[in-house]
């Protein structure tokens, strides 16, 4: 497991692109509208979504993009007890490398998470 902050981890990650963003901006702004776009709502709800970004990002051992979804989980309310099990499907299909960047993701969501969001499930 990282003992990485995802906070600064996401820090980073934007400040790095900073300068990107700015010569490719066009290229920025779409892949911008192509996530908005991807997230929401629809037959699956935003929160639907972010998990299965969360499960690519577990599976590819992404943990920028572990960081990022964790945080949009958050945001979107998601519960512990629906984190874990959608950990336990990307466990059963990346085996131990995926156990690992759950183990991760789990890290993150404790740090990120309110309170109130440990407790429900």
Partial sequence: MSTFNHNDLMRDINASLAPFRKTQGNAMAGFGQLAKAAITDGALSAKHKELVALAI????????????????????????????????????????????????????????????????V
Avoid at 58 to 78: D, E, M, N, P, Y
Avoid at 89 to 109: F, R, S
């Fill in 57 to 120: 990002a577990v599976t590819q051992r992404c943990s920028g993009c572990i960081g990022f979804h964790v945080k949009a989980l958050v945001q979107l309310g998601c519960t512990r007890a629906e984190l874990e099990e959608m950990l336990s499907v990307c466990v059963y299909m990346g085996g131990g490398p995926a156990l690992m960047y759950a183990a991760e993701a789990i890290a993150a969501w404790e740090k990120m998470a309110p309170q109130d969001l440990h407790a429900r």
